[in-house]
Every structure is written in structure tokens, then in C-alpha cells.
């Protein structure tokens, strides 16, 4: 696709959890526990008007769920101010220093004064029913293939608590991650094609990763996208974990906001109009008295009805493919499902089918007095829910013809995108009184500037010049969350660079993948796995077996965990050893000295890692030429 005549612009939003001893406006620790907590309360929160006497969309369908919030706490890791029950404390300066050294590595212009402004969230993610956040720097670029990539903002917010569970009456929110400091980065809307924008990102990471204190693990790292395109509309699609899925997901909305284009100006060829499309109810339950869809079917006996509404002139539309497996019906669904809280929505573009037969869709439209060219819509659940699902069916027809409506959206595993909410509006934002703004100074400044560390592009060139890593293992490490620890194991001990970086990287990530949760090795531990290695403790094939006990009980003794995965002793070696050979004098007749490398897995696989390599490959080569010479004394006797 040529996205430059299509006018894609995209622009990041890159969220960074910071690793801080505490919390950005208590003194409680940073630390995600999985204990049962021992304080519970609930809350209900409702959307307020501004000073201008307006409510944010946002904030209002929160509010029209009606849901109760659930909080879960620690006694000992929380505290009154995560249940906003205690004013705020003043902002961490050691969050506002990490935040400050990434704005200065971005080329940003520091504020010369931060203050602290609330931002409303009434999704139950803030006991407060607002987020805090403060504009730390302005107008800093990176540079990516020769090409500048405006910064505009750099802010440092709290992190929201963390979603335990949720059905149709409560949310559970979990406060040990509620004000966690989070550094936010706003690049302008310059970038305009997938690949740059993975690209932007990746290297704004590195930024991150290199400053240090920064978490790491699943989630401690967020990207959202706004997307559009000439004659589209602003999306902004939240939360993407993966790198490698930004470029897919921007690719399929540029689809998706070219295909609503066309719709657009295929409703205007019929000569449909807006004004048209009305929220005129019609309960066609009796219509589907004796179906044999189950779903309908087990709406009804529940006491819920069936309600139907008219589409003019959008027959063909809901089948309209947008995305892979997603149609402009699908769009409807999804309002459908935020807006009304029901399971999904029928119409007739895909009828019959589901269990509905051809006479019940006739009699429906009949019911409804639906046209040739008409669409038909059609809940079934409880009476309110189905009204609410349809008012949202019909507004999202009549933004049809407008072409692509402003929304907040989210990301599907494939790269597709459903709807979440509206985009929040300018109203939902208001300055904090309880917090004292934050001087940034000359000196402070200047401090920071010196303790820098190196860009990433000069970390390369001494990862490979210094340490003799290979060029793509350099980038590995700078990739991941332990370039700072690879950087303290190497000066600090006598092992080999590339063991240690190879382990940090392909190793774990290996054991992560298995399901091993290696995040929770703490970098101590590693450190001391490694000077274990240095003194000659654990051999490097023992490293893999140390590391998967490790994640099992991060909290253990590292010195004594390995004595307990002691090597091997020499005649314990030779023993696995004579015991491969005998079991394959075959393979050992056919291939001579050549079967040793073939067997070497064999006796690695029995040691599981406990000896060093070089000795079983020493033993077993001699084992292999014992056992030649005794088969050559057979064949001349």
C-alpha cells in the first residue's frame, strides 16, 4: 500500500513503569504481590461535570455501567493514599530525576516547574476517579534513518491499579500496582508508515532500557497508536505489549479506515440519508416464539424480549469486510456489546443462519416494515439492555455516513481492532491543589546531564569493540531489560562476555516462553549465578537448570541452590558415559570417531547440565576409541 497517498499519519504514545524504591505520591514500595490481601472495600464512582458544565464521553459510559469497584489491599504495602482516604504526598523526586534524564536523553526541554494535574478516569482504575499526571519536558526528537521524529511531550503519571476481575455487576481492582511511577512519551503524528512506527518505538525502549531504573516483565511497558488517514479520523487503538504487532495493527486500521470511506460513499450512491436512521424500537419477541435459535431462544425464557430496528438502505453493509473476519456488522456488534452490555447482536445481511430460519427473518421484516434495500438489526436480552444496544447500533449507523468516527479502541491478538470508547475530551482535565509543584533547577539539570549514560548506538559499538559480542547478541542485549546488569557482571567478574549476554537474553527468554517466570530473579541473583560461574561453582551447562529453580523460589539461597545442582563428579561422568557407548555400538561401528559429536547430547541430556563440556566430550572421545579398538579385537579374533 502507498501510505503516503493515503495521508497515514501516526503518532505514540510510549508508557514506562520506573523502577523506584517508592510509589510517585506515597512512600509505599513498588512491588506487585500474588497473596491473598487482607483489606477489601468498595466504591462506586459517577461522572461529574467540568467547570464548563461538560461531562467527558469517556467518563460517562464508564459511569452508565452502573458497576460496583471492588478493591483489594495490603496492610503492609498500601496505604491511605492508594484508598484516597489521605492527600497525596509530594511528587517522588527520585521518579521526577528518572524522568528528567529520559526527557534531556530525547533532546526535550525541560519544564523549569512541574505541576501535577488530575486527568478523570471513572472506569474504576483510580479509587480517586482520576489519574494524576504532570507535563515534565516538551519538544525533544530522536532520530531514525536520517529522519527526525518530534517528541511534544514527556509526562510522569500513576499507574492505575490492576484488574483482577470482572462481571456484568463489579470490577476487582488489586492497589499494589495504583501509583507505580509511569513516564509517558507523546511523539508528534509525523510517522507515516508501519514499519517507522515499530521502529520509533524500539528505539525510544532502548532509550528507556539504558537510563535504568525502569521495570521489566509483561505489562511494564504499553505503546498506544493514534491513527489516521486523509479524510479519516483520529483513533487512538491502547495498550500494545508487542513490539512486532504495532505495524500490523496500523496497516489493518488504515484498511479498515479506508473501507468505512467507502461505505460512506456508498450510502450517498443510494441516496440514504442520516436523518433516516432512526431509534424507533419494534419488539418482534413473538416473531421468534418457537425458534430454534438457542441463543434467542434461551433470551426468552429468561424474562428478556426481543427487540428489532431498521436500517434504510443498508442492505450489503453489514456484511462489508473491514478487517480480516470483521465486518461493518461487527462494528455495530461491538457498540452493541460496550454500550448495552449484551452478548453480540443478529441482522439480516447473515441471515438465515444461527438457528434463525427464512420465514422468521420475512416475518420479521414484515414486523418492522423493513424495504427491499432496508437492513434489519435485532437484540435479544433483557428489555433495557436491548434498547440501550440499539441507540448505540443507530448512532454508529449515522456516523456511517460521515466516514470514520473518532475512537478509542483496542487490539485483538491478530491486529485487528475493536471498539473500547469514546476518545476522552479536552474537559476531563484539571489542575491538582493537593500536590506542591516541583522546582526543576539549573543545578538539577546540569547533575543529571553528566550522569547520562551512552546512546544506543554507542553502547553497540562497545558491546562489540569492548566485549567482543557479536553484532546482532549486542542488540539483543540492548533489547532487553538487563543492559545495565550485563554491563555491571562483565566489569565486575571473570566470565565471558558472550555467556552472559547469550544467558540474559536467549536464555531466559527461552525458560519465559516455557512458562518459567524468570522476571522474578532479582538482579542480585544473577549476579551472584554468574560469580558462581567465575569460581568455577556451576559449569555454563548448569546455568538453564539453576535459572528454572531460581524462578520456581527467587527468594533462595543462589550459593546453596547450586551446591544443591552440584556438578558432577569425574567417575560419575564416565559412568553416563560408558553406559551411552554400550547402548550404541551400532552407531558407534557405522560412524567411527564421527559418533561422538551424536552422542554428546545423549550424555548431556542424562547430566542435565551438572558437567562442563569440554570433559564429557574429552571422556567420551576416548570412551568411543576404547570401545573401536575392542571392536577391531573382535573382528580379527
Known amino acids: 500500500m502507498d501510505y503516503k497517498k493515503v495521508g497515514l499519519k501516526v503518532g505514540l504514545e510510549i508508557h514506562q513503569q520506573l523502577d523506584t524504591k517508592e510509589k510517585l505520591f506515597c512512600s509505599c514500595p513498588t512491588v506487585l504481590r500474588d497473596d491473598e490481601p487482607d483489606i477489601v472495600f468498595e466504591r462506586r464512582l459517577r461522572a461529574a461535570e467540568s467547570e464548563m458544565g461538560e461531562v467527558d464521553a469517556a467518563a460517562l459510559l464508564e459511569a452508565l455501567k452502573g458497576k460496583k469497584y471492588v478493591y483489594q489491599a495490603y496492610s503492609d504495602t498500601t496505604c491511605l493514599v492508594e484508598m484516597d482516604e489521605e492527600p497525596p504526598h509530594p511528587i517522588n523526586p527520585e521518579a521526577v530525576e528518572i524522568a528528567l534524564k529520559v526527557a534531556l536523553a ?91 512506527a515499530e521502529e520509533v518505538a524500539l528505539y525510544i525502549g532502548r532509550i528507556l532500557r539504558i537510563m535504568g531504573k525502569v521495570k521489566r516483565g ?79 431462544s434461551r433470551a426468552l425464557k429468561a424474562g428478556g424480549k ?43 445481511d447473515e441471515m438465515p443462519a444461527y438457528g434463525v430460519a427464512e420465514e422468521e427473518v420475512e416475518a420479521l421484516r414484515e414486523a418492522v416494515g423493513a424495504g427491499e434495500e432496508d437492513a434489519v438489526v435485532f437484540v435479544a436480552d433483557k428489555e433495557e439492555k436491548c434498547k440501550r444496544a440499539l441507540e448505540a447500533v443507530v448512532q454508529r449507523a449515522i456516523e456511517a455516513f460521515y466516514g470514520v468516527p473518532e475512537e478509542t479502541r483496542a487490539f485483538n491478538e491478530d491486529g485487528t481492532t475493536r471498539y473500547s470508547r469514546p476518545r476522552p475530551g479536552r474537559e476531563r482535565m484539571y489542575p491538582e491543589t493537593d500536590i506542591p ?103 555454563k551447562e548448569g546455568l538453564e537448570n539453576l535459572l528454572m529453580e531460581l524462578s520456581k523460589n527467587p527468594s533462595a539461597d543462589v550459593e546453596k541452590l547450586a551446591a544443591k545442582l552440584s556438578s558432577a563428579s569425574v567417575e560419575e561422568i564416565r559412568r553416563v558415559v560408558l553406559e551411552v557407548v554400550e547402548a550404541n555400538v551400532d552407531l558407534i561401528r557405522k560412524k567411527g570417531e564421527n559418533s561422538v559429536k551424536p552422542l554428546m547430547g545423549d550424555v548431556m541430556r542424562v547430566l542435565r ?7 564429557v566430550y574429552k571422556l567420551l572421545q576416548e570412551a568411543v576409541v576404547k570401545k573401536l579398538e575392542e571392536l577391531k579385537g573382535e573382528t580379527a579374533g
Open 106 to 196: 530525547l533532546n526535550a526541554k525541560p519544564v523549569d516547574e512541574i505541576h501535577v494535574m488530575r486527568k478523570i478516569v471513572v472506569d474504576g482504575s483510580n479509587t480517586t476517579g482520576f489519574q494524576r499526571t504532570a507535563i515534565v519536558a516538551l519538544g525533544g526528537f530522536v532520530e531514525i534513518n536520517g529522519k527526525k521524529m518530534p517528541i511534544q511531550t514527556i509526562c510522569l503519571e500513576e499507574e492505575a491499579a490492576r484488574k483482577i476481575d470482572e462481571d456484568e455487576e463489579k470490577v476487582v481492582y488489586r492497589l499494589d500496582r495504583l501509583g507505580i511511577p509511569l513516564v509517558e512519551i507523546a511523539t508528534g503524528p509525523t510517522i507515516t508508515d508501519p514499519k517507522e
Open 218 to 296: 509483561i505489562g511494564t511497558i504499553r505503546q498506544d497508536l493514534n491513527i489516521s488517514i486523509k479524510g479519516g479520523g483520529k483513533i487512538e487503538v491502547k495498550g500494545v505489549q508487542k513490539l512486532e504487532l504495532i505495524p500490523k495493527i496500523i496497516s489493518l486500521e488504515v484498511k479498515r479506515q479506508l473501507e468505512l470511506l467507502k461505505i460512506m460513499e456508498e450510502l450517498k450512491k443510494r441516496g440514504a440519508k442520516p436523518e433516516d436512521v432512526k431509534p424507533q424500537f419494534v419488539d418482534v419477541s413473538h416473531v421468534f416464539a418457537n425458534t430454534k435459535c438457542k441463543v434467542i
Open 306 to 348: 426481543v427487540y428489532a430496528v431498521i436500517l434504510p438502505k443498508f442492505k450489503g453493509i453489514l456484511k462489508w469486510e473491514l478487517q480480516p473476519n470483521r465486518r461493518f456488522g461487527t462494528e455495530l456488534s461491538d457498540r452493541a456489546k460496550v454500550w448495552g452490555g449484551v452478548g453480540g447482536i443478529f441482522h439480516t
Open 437 to 539: 509543584s516541583f522546582e526543576v533547577s539549573e543545578e538539577l539539570l546540569e547533575r543529571l546531564k553528566k550522569e547520562l549514560p551512552e546512546s544506543p548506538r554507542e553502547k553497540i559499538e562497545k558491546y562489540v569493540k569492548k566485549y567482543g559480542l557479536s553484532r546482532e547478541l549486542a542488540y539483543q542485549v540492548l533489547d532487553s531489560y538487563y543492559v545495565h546488569l550485563f554491563e555491571r557482571i562483565v566489569e565486575r567478574h571473570e566470565v565471558s562476555p558472550t555467556l552472559v549476554a547469550s544467558t540474559l537474553t536467549n536464555t531466559l527468554t527461552k525458560l519465559e516462553r516455557y512458562g518459567y517466570n524468570v522476571s522474578a530473579i532479582s538482579d542480585e541473583a544473577l549476579e551472584k549465578v554468574f560469580a558462581l560461574v567465575e569460581q568455577g561453582k556451576v559449569v
Open 609 to 615: 547440565g551438572r558437567a562442563d563440556g569440554s570433559l
